[in-house]
């Protein structure tokens, strides 16, 4: 049969608009959050980061913010540029002392000209 | 830096041949992480090492699947006897000990036929 892959959430910009791309992540023990970019035929690459006893971070051009009630992370791009496409991944250390990331599925967004 | 390194790029083999992934990790960093990427189930852990010990295979699909770590340089990931259900991105990544963040390579792109 037919082989069914993940539906990737895909979200589509204007250049020079605003992004927002969400995450809701699983673990209400996880203290680290990350966020990557992973662009067409290389590996995720690091954004940005923040922990827990933060709800706001900002970096150049992106900003994470982290709603621990509703256990909901978020990564705002300002003035998205084309080459801000790419696949998204928010991912979470869990519990424990442990060193793992867990990755979700991604979010594709594209920058129209 | 050179980054993490991942050889083969690409691996085209046939079924039931053995596969031989290699990584070499950043110089210092504690840990190495082993991933399979795949449409259907997005980026899976396989295995992560601590200082060269094996510390978590539960990612590992089954026994066709093995990992080593001889050296602080150097990994592998061998699949024998490769299956085209294989077929996949696998990518290493490392990390500090002091740090979550993990860095990728670029990924090997094997395709079992």
């Known amino acids: 049969g037919e082989s069914v892959g993940l539906h990737l959430p895909t979200l589509s910009v204007q250049e020079g608009d605003n992004s927002i791309i969400n995450c809701a992540y699983s673990n209400s023990a996880s203290d680290y959050f990350i966020w990557y970019k992973q662009e067409s035929g290389k590996g995720p690459q690091f954004i940005i980061d923040?922990?827990?006893?933060?709800d706001k971070r900002q970096g150049q051009r992106v900003t994470v913010l982290l709603n621990k009630t509703v256990k909901h992370l978020s990564l705002q791009i300002a003035a998205t540029q084309p080459g801000d496409s790419a696949v998204y991944f928010c991912a979470e250390n869990g519990e424990g002392s442990a060193r793992q990331l867990t990755f979700g599925s991604g979010t594709q967004l594209t920058v129209l000209p | 830096d050179a980054g993490v390194i991942q050889s083969p790029r690409h691996e085209v083999t046939e079924m039931g041949q053995e596969v031989t992934l290699r990584c070499k990790p950043i110089?210092?960093?504690?840990?190495l992480f082993w991933y399979r990427q795949t449409m259907m189930r997005g980026l899976e852990l396989l295995i992560y090492f601590n200082n060269n010990v094996p510390i978590d295979d539960s990612g590992m699909p089954e026994d066709r699947f093995s990992a080593k770590m001889p050296n602080a340089s150097f990994s592998t990931l061998k699949i024998q006897p490769s299956e085209p259900r294989d077929s996949a991105v696998y990518f290493c990544?490392?990390?500090?000990?002091?740090?979550?963040?993990?860095?990728f390579g670029p990924g090997t792109r094997l395709t079992v036929t």
């Open positions: 923040i922990r827990s006893n933060m």
């Open positions: 110089s210092g960093h504690d840990y």
């Open positions: 990544a490392s990390s500090l000990d002091t740090s979550y963040e993990q860095y």
